[in-house]
């Protein structure tokens, strides 16, 4: 099975300032890496996600990097704002598409503002 | 509203009980995954249901069990709870894993 290691798991950052998380999977199959947001109280909520055959995407102020050779992947949040304090999950599925999704054990960021 | 309906919002039961959580899945998606938070902590996956049946399995412990009906709405039954069961139990719909999936709101389950 899938095996999904997440770091860091606390990150503090100034506002405005920039914020990188870091996952690495096991699998060289997984094909699909999604990362969530969940806000306190919340439902996880997917936030932006990549797919094996590209190496970077973007939505505005967040952008996800894959290095399929290296088997890591990493969520990069550009001026952050207070209101992107949260704790971010990766996660990576396994074969098939119906194989069970792993998450990482999450990264609780604080952004002060 | 993510589509994904979960009921009740809140449970609160005493230990050695039995409750159901349920869920609806967003219209079309036929898999179903359960998932429990405890506080604090990260989301360990339980089990996976696909058109009714069982397709993958995580951490569950034998006191629970899950089901998925021709409806396609799945219930998880924990039994003989434990004071360490209190957590927020999540149920996610999807088509595909490789698609990514939504999450209901969550079942806060508190044993006393």
């Known amino acids: 099975g899938e095996n999904v290691e997440q770091h860091p798991s606390t990150l503090s950052v100034q506002e405005g300032d920039s914020a990188v998380i870091k996952c690495t999977y096991s699998?060289?199959?997984?094909?699909?890496f999604p990362w969530y947001k969940q806000e306190l109280g919340k439902r996880p909520q997917l936030i932006i996600d990549?797919?094996?055959?590209?190496g970077e995407k973007k939505d505005q102020r967040i952008a996800v990097t894959l290095n399929k050779t290296a088997k890591h992947f990493s969520l990069h949040i550009t001026e952050t704002q207070p209101e992107d304090s949260a704790v971010y999950f990766c996660?990576?599925?396994?074969?098939?598409?119906?194989?069970?999704?792993?998450f990482g054990t999450g990264t609780k960021l604080q952004v002060i503002p | 509203d993510s589509g994904v309906t979960q009921t009740p919002k809140h449970l609160i039961t005493a230990t050695g009980q039995r409750v159901t959580l349920r869920c609806s899945p967003r219209s079309g998606d036929l898999s179903v995954y359960w998932y429990q938070q405890s506080l604090d902590q990260g989301l360990q996956f339980l089990i996976q249901y696909y058109n009714g049946e069982e397709r993958a399995k995580g951490n569950i412990l034998e006191r629970f069990s899950a089901q998925q009906f021709p409806d396609l709405h799945s219930e998880l039954n924990l039994s003989s709870l434990e004071l360490g069961d209190s957590a927020l139990y999540f149920c996610?719909?999807?088509?595909?894993?490789?698609?990514?999936?939504?999450f209901g709101s969550g079942t806060r389950l508190t044993v006393v």
């Open positions: 996660a990576a599925p396994g074969l098939g598409g119906y194989q069970k999704v792993t």
């Open positions: 996610a719909s999807g088509t595909k894993a490789n698609y990514g999936y939504t």
């Open positions: 699998d060289s199959a997984s094909n699909y």
């Open positions: 990549i797919r094996s055959n590209v």
